[in-house]
C-alpha cells in the first residue's frame, strides 16, 4: 500500500470543498469510475461502475499486455422550437489502463455489461490456476 500525506490542519481545504460537492459542473463527470478488481482461482475479475452507459458505449482492448477499458459517450440532442431557459450538455469520458501480469491468458478476455457494472472476466494460464 502506497503511503497517503496527512494534513497538518484540520481547516477544510476551500478547493477540495468546491470540487467535492456536487453541482452542474462537476455531478455529470465521469473522469475516473471506481473499480472492483477480485482474484479468483480461475481469473481475475474488474468490475468497474459506469451507471448510463449502454454496452456498446465501452471499448475494451488488450495490447502489449495492457488492459485498457475506455468509453465516451456524448448526448446530442437537437430540440428545434424549444426556448431553453437552462441546458446543461452530457458528455461523460473516461479510460482506465492495467498491465497484466504474466500469469493471464490475454487473447480471451471478455466483459459483459449489466445494470450499471462493466464486469471484466481476465483467465488464468492453466500453470497459475489454484489446484
Known amino acids: 500500500m502506497l503511503p497517503t500525506m496527512k494534513r497538518k490542519s ?4 476551500i478547493f477540495d470543498e468546491f470540487f467535492n460537492t456536487p453541482s452542474v459542473f462537476n455531478e455529470r ?52 422550437g424549444k426556448n431553453y431557459k437552462r441546458r446543461e450538455f452530457c458528455y461523460a469520458a473516461f ?10 491468458d490475454s487473447d480471451n478476455v471478455n466483459a459483459e455489461y449489466k445494470n450499471g457494472i462493466l464486469n471484466v472476466h481476465i483467465p488464468k494460464m492453466e500453470e497459475a490456476k489454484e489446484k
Open 29 to 80: 463527470k465521469l473522469s475516473s469510475p471506481k473499480i472492483n478488481v477480485v482474484e479468483g482461482k480461475e481469473a481475475f475479475e474488474i468490475e468497474v461502475a459506469a451507471p448510463g452507459f449502454d454496452k456498446s458505449d465501452f471499448n475494451v482492448e488488450v495490447k502489449d499486455d495492457v488492459l485498457t477499458i475506455s468509453t465516451k459517450k456524448e448526448e446530442d440532442k437537437n430540440d428545434e
Open 10 to 13: 484540520f481547516v477544510p481545504d
Open 95 to 104: 479510460s482506465r489502463s492495467f498491465i497484466l501480469p504474466d500469469l493471464v
